[in-house]
């Protein structure tokens, strides 16, 4: 549970932070951790919310499900003709 940081997770990457952090690696060979440029997740992104990990300044979209199609059978499948 590395990621639970004062109660709250921080699963998200700051992107800019961890440039920052592999340029100085490339350059000095200072290591460093996923620790080092996690961010807070957001609210609506933690499991158990009401938006279920959608963003709500996000347009979601609801699809119709689709029917499950069902592979060939041995039979109708396509065999190498015998010899």
């Known amino acids: 549970m590395q990621f639970l940081i004062n109660g709250e997770w921080h699963t ?9 952090l592999a340029q100085n690696y490339m350059k000095t060979g200072e290591t460093f951790s996923a620790l080092d440029y996690v961010s807070k997740t957001p609210a609506w992104a933690v499991i158990g919310s009401s938006e279920r990990g959608f963003d ?4 979601r979209h609801y ?4 029917k499950a199609t ?4 041995a039979t109708e499948s396509e065999s190498p003709p015998s010899r």
């Open 12 to 20: 998200w990457i700051n992107y800019e932070r961890f440039h920052e």
């Open 56 to 59: 709500p300044q996000e347009t």
């Open 63 to 66: 699809r119709k499900s689709k």
């Open 70 to 73: 069902q592979a060939p059978s």
